[in-house]
């Protein structure tokens, strides 16, 4: 059985067809796969127990009350223009659950009430995560 011109000018398009829906369902795959992943969080180096912490675009983070495991304490952002700024909370190598708490305006500034649950083994290593905008900053420090 031969094909003519017009069949195979046909099965050429039907395959080009076939080719471009398989590269658009990849392309929407791939696009699905990344276009929720958070954005690494830049570390930032200082001792936040020992006063207040510069951010890289300016402005400071700093708690106001020391930091307890069970008990409250406040955190501050000061200098900081970001719409709804938060900060989470989790340790290394242990499931903390959900620690996430928004910074509720405070005039020009920022506060935050914040309770961190007791560690079934005792640590008291945390690693706060500054989340402003489209950015994110990691803060290791140690509760009392």
């Known amino acids: 059985m031969t094909m003519n011109l017009k069949q195979k000018k046909l099965l050429l398009i039907g395959v080009a067809l ?13 696009y699905f796969q990344h276009k929720n992943q958070p954005q690494a ?3 930032l180096a200082c001792n936040i127990t020992q006063g207040a912490c510069s951010l890289p675009d300016g402005g400071s983070l700093r708690f106001v009350t020391p930091p307890q ?5 406040v955190m501050r952002l000061d200098g900081v223009t970001a719409s709804e700024p938060s900060v989470e909370f989790s340790m290394a190598d242990m499931d ?3 620690n996430r708490y928004r910074f509720v305006a405070d005039g020009a500034n920022w506060q935050a009430r914040i309770t961190l649950p007791v560690c079934a ?9 500054l989340h402003l905008g489209d950015k994110a900053y990691s803060l290791p420090f140690q509760a009392q």
């Open 18 to 30: 076939i080719l471009l829906a398989a590269l658009k369902g990849g392309l929407i795959w791939w």
């Open 41 to 43: 969080a830049q570390p």
């Open 69 to 73: 495991n069970g008990k409250p304490f």
């Open 96 to 98: 903390m659950g959900f």
């Open 121 to 129: 083994t005792g640590s008291r290593h945390w690693i706060a995560t």
